[in-house]
């Protein structure tokens, strides 16, 4: 018998993730399109690093978790729409991890963590800095991308009667 809601561990990293995720996405497009004092742009940018820093081992966390505790029956009775709901969420979680791996490899210089501790950089080469920073912004719109269409799925699902938001809350 499956569950009708995903377990307090699922919800809790759930929400972390669309926390982190949609705050470095809003606020990263944001320095970077929109005219910002360098002071405000160096603030984001730190307050960003550090903190998809910290949350790489909470994605990889969540990752374990979703693949080894049962998850809710789908709300879908055609296969197909099952199918596309399972590509759409596993392109989330690998369009996540490129952005994550990127972002690291992208860096030229130590990765602050808050002033807490640092992690020196892994590529020294400039050019693949610069592939690496490439990818980093091409995986970034993805992301925003898919994120967006994740959140008009569930209020599309929610206005047409099947509630996954409540599978989603504790």
Same mark, same amino acid.
């Given at each position: 018998?499956?569950?009708?809601?995903? $377990?307090? +561990? +699922?919800?809790?990293?759930?929400?972390?993730?669309?926390?982190?995720?949609?705050?470095?996405?809003?606020?990263?497009?944001?320095?970077?399109?929109?005219?910002?004092?360098?002071? &405000?742009?160096?603030?984001? !940018?730190?307050?960003?690093?550090?903190?998809? &820093? /910290?949350?790489?081992?909470?994605? /990889? /966390?969540?990752?374990?978790?979703?693949? &080894?505790? $049962?998850?809710?029956?789908?709300?879908?009775?055609?296969? +197909?729409?099952?199918?596309?709901?399972?590509?759409?969420?596993?392109?989330?979680?690998?369009? &996540?991890?490129?952005?994550?791996?990127?972002?690291?490899?992208?860096?030229?210089?130590?990765?602050?963590?808050?002033?807490?501790?640092?992690?020196?950089?892994?590529?020294?080469?400039?050019?693949?800095?610069?592939?690496?920073?490439?990818?980093?912004?091409?995986? $970034?719109?993805?992301?925003?991308?898919?994120?967006?269409?994740?959140?008009? !799925?569930?209020?599309?699902?929610?206005?047409?009667?099947?509630?996954?938001?409540?599978?989603? /809350?504790?």
């Amino acid at each position: 018998m499956q569950a009708e809601k995903y $377990c307090w +561990q +699922q919800v809790l990293l759930h929400w972390i993730s669309a926390t982190v995720i949609i705050w470095v996405l809003v606020s990263g497009f944001y320095v970077a399109y929109l005219e910002v004092t360098q002071d &405000t742009h160096h603030l984001i !940018a730190f307050i960003n690093v550090a903190m998809t &820093t /910290l949350f790489i081992p909470v994605f /990889l /966390l969540r990752w374990l978790v979703r693949l &080894t505790k $049962c998850k809710p029956r789908s709300l879908h009775d055609d296969p +197909q729409g099952r199918r596309l709901a399972h590509l759409v969420h596993e392109g989330l979680y690998w369009i &996540t991890a490129i952005v994550l791996l990127s972002g690291v490899l992208m860096m030229d210089r130590a990765i602050d963590v808050f002033g807490w501790f640092s992690i020196a950089p892994l590529v020294s080469d400039p050019f693949w800095h610069r592939v690496w920073f490439r990818v980093h912004i091409a995986s $970034c719109l993805l992301l925003a991308l898919g994120v967006s269409m994740h959140i008009a !799925a569930v209020v599309l699902h929610e206005l047409s009667g099947r509630r996954v938001l409540r599978r989603m /809350l504790p």
